[in-house]
């Protein structure tokens, strides 16, 4: 049967999408336009082996169009990175895999493939309404279709993700062959379930019971903290930059029009218009719109409190005057009112830059692409600013891999991956922030690695006060534990509190460090545990009671139990394995070398001749 559908297929894909390189990338983000260019063949190496540009490409863009399928939308650059470091970590671990099976002799026979084609449908293809009855799927309805033109015609690239499937079902099976789950093993995590304590908790936190003036620092110190401790003090590559905006939020004129919108609909609703079928033409609430305005009940204090106190004063079943709240402009009509819930309908209208506004807003904008945006010439952010009136800032360190926010822009989207694209000097496209839209320069960057003592002396010193704090904190806690029970009558001092926790059990304690649980715990009845050191402080607990775990119960749910755990030990096997096989790769990464920005791109196109006469 294999070799007739191999001697069938032609190269299309149906319903599944089930090119290998989309089983790679599956369900992954996708990527964007205008985002760079690749200039070599390679992307890098994955323990000596190449992953070539072209491949790499081919696996990114049919990630993009899958998802843009999906959702219809553009990508930003941030997307766009998310995808190619998404695509990469598929590639590495897809060429880490097909070493062990090299390593372990695994090998996936024809007659396999072929068995798991015709038994084993994927699960997009058994979720697909084509291949169900009643709602459920139909395995005979699949089978046909493998025999028809369109199943023969996908068989070459089911015979490729089926083997590779199986091929790592074989090798994972090997590796949590030997995991087992003792009885031992089993009561300790029914323990750690049904087990409950109710501890007093007497707290020292070391920034307030220990004064800074108690706490003296020698040069010696701070040299040989800085020393030990060189790699906790390494910064990450970051961008400083310099940036202009124009602000894009609305105005009292873009109020005034959502305001005239909103009585527009009043009137119409009024004149006969069914509020539902205006509701679902207009409101800009997605939800309650297809809903024909509907909120169904609601509590006053769940809603903007403007929308609550119109909905609580507004007379029953009469339509508002429109009501501005932090959403946009409302219409609205309540039904029925009890205490402080009510239920109604309305319609939300948002207060959006239009009109005169959005003419004189998009000029701006479009001045400011003409101007700076997409140059290399560190000058041209400058020219923009003094041309637009605009006050040039700076913004950073913004550190590689983090977002950037600012109070006159808000949150701001592509910059974290353009910057460390860019060259020192260049100026970004213009970007849509929440606020406003802004250029970027990027006046320079910041090497990863770790900053010279004299740049961080006082971060440094910070660093060893608090260490010696704690170690003053934790001989003050030895004392007050030597005093014993009640700890509650010990909470009198700066710095000292005491709290009641529990009763809870060591998995669902509201401690959230393993030592302060374990702490807790070991305190035998009427006892003081000894100091737990912790980031919140030094503890100290005394047991006020505890209940032990049932051992009938125990037996009665064993094995439940022991399924339960034997699934959690195997996924983390799993896990384990692949993070090992992932650390110990040797990894050579070129991406960052071969992707450009849109204006070094164009800097690189050949001139344009002038024209001749």
Do not use: C
């Amino acid at each position: 049967m294999m070799q007739f559908f191999r001697n069938a297929a032609k190269p299309i894909i149906l319903v599944t999408t089930i090119a290998f390189f989309v089983w790679l990338v599956y369900d992954l983000s996708g990527l964007g336009t205008g985002s760079g260019l690749l200039t070599t063949t390679s992307v890098g190496k994955v323990n000596g082996v190449t992953v070539q540009s072209r491949a790499f490409q081919e696996a990114v863009q049919q990630a993009t169009d899958n998802r843009q399928r999906q959702t219809g939308t553009s990508l930003s650059l941030e997307e766009v990175a998310q995808v190619r470091d998404q695509v990469w970590e598929q590639f590495i671990q897809d060429i880490i895999f097909r070493a062990e099976y090299a390593k372990h002799g695994i090998q996936v026979t024809t007659a396999e493939v072929t068995e798991a084609i015709r038994s084993s449908p994927l699960r997009e293809v058994a979720e697909n309404p084509d291949f169900q009855t009643d709602s459920r799927f139909d395995l005979s309805k699949y089978q046909r279709w493998l025999t028809s033109t369109a199943g023969q015609s996908a068989v070459p690239y089911l015979e490729q993700r089926y083997r590779d499937e199986l091929l790592r079902g074989k090798l994972l099976r090997g590796v949590i062959s030997d995991v087992i789950i003792s009885d031992a093993a089993l009561w300790e995590r029914f323990r750690d379930q049904k087990e409950m304590v109710k501890v007093g908790a007497l707290i020292v936190d070391p920034g307030t019971a220990i004064l800074d003036p108690a706490v003296t620092l020698t040069p010696a110190e701070i040299d040989a903290y800085y020393r030990d401790h060189r790699d906790s003090f390494k910064l990450p590559r970051a961008a400083f930059l310099s940036y202009i905006s124009v602000p894009r939020l609305p105005d009292a004129t873009d109020t005034a029009a959502a305001i005239a919108r909103v009585s527009a609909l009043r009137n119409e609703i009024r004149n006969g218009a069914p509020f539902a079928e205006v509701a679902r033409r207009e409101s800009a609430d997605t939800v309650s719109g297809r809903a024909g305005g509907d909120l169904g009940e609601m509590r006053r204090s769940g809603v903007d409190p403007v929308f609550g106190a119109a909905a609580m004063s507004l007379p029953l079943k009469t339509l508002s005057e429109p009501v501005i709240s932090s959403f946009g402009v409302h219409l609205i009509e309540v039904e029925s009112r009890k205490a402080d819930t009510f239920k109604g309908r309305h319609i939300l209208v948002p207060i959006e830059v239009t009109g005169a506004h959005r003419t004189a807003l998009d000029r701006r904008a479009d001045s400011l692409e003409q101007i700076a945006a997409e140059r290399l010439e560190p000058s041209a952010l400058d020219t923009a600013a003094a041309a637009l009136k605009l006050q040039l800032r700076k913004a950073g360190p913004l550190a590689e891999g983090s977002r950037l926010s600012t109070p006159d822009a808000g949150a701001i989207p592509d910059v974290s991956v353009w910057a460390f694209q860019a060259k020192p000097g260049e100026e970004s496209a213009v970007i849509e922030a929440q606020q406003s839209y802004v250029v970027f320069r990027l006046d320079s960057m910041q090497a990863e690695g770790v900053p010279p003592l004299s740049a961080i002396r006082a971060v440094v010193e910070s660093r060893v006060r608090d260490v010696k704090k704690r170690a003053a904190a934790r001989d003050l806690a030895v004392g007050l534990a030597a005093q014993g029970s009640p700890l509650k009558r010990l909470a009198t001092g700066t710095g000292l509190s005491y709290q009641e926790l529990g009763p809870f059990a060591r998995l669902s304690s509201p401690l959230s460090e393993s030592t302060l649980i374990g702490a807790a715990f070991a305190a035998g009845s009427g006892q003081v545990s000894g100091p737990a050191p912790s980031e919140a402080g030094v503890y100290i607990f005394e047991s006020l009671s505890r209940t032990p775990a049932d051992s009938t119960e125990f037996a009665a749910a064993l094995p439940q139990l022991r399924a339960e755990a034997l699934q959690a030990a195997r996924s983390a096997r799993v896990r384990a394995y692949v993070s090992a096989l992932r650390s110990s790769a040797k990894i050579d990464d070129r991406r960052s070398d071969i992707y450009k920005t849109n204006a070094q791109v164009a800097a690189l196109q050949p001139a344009t001749p002038p024209p001749s006469y």
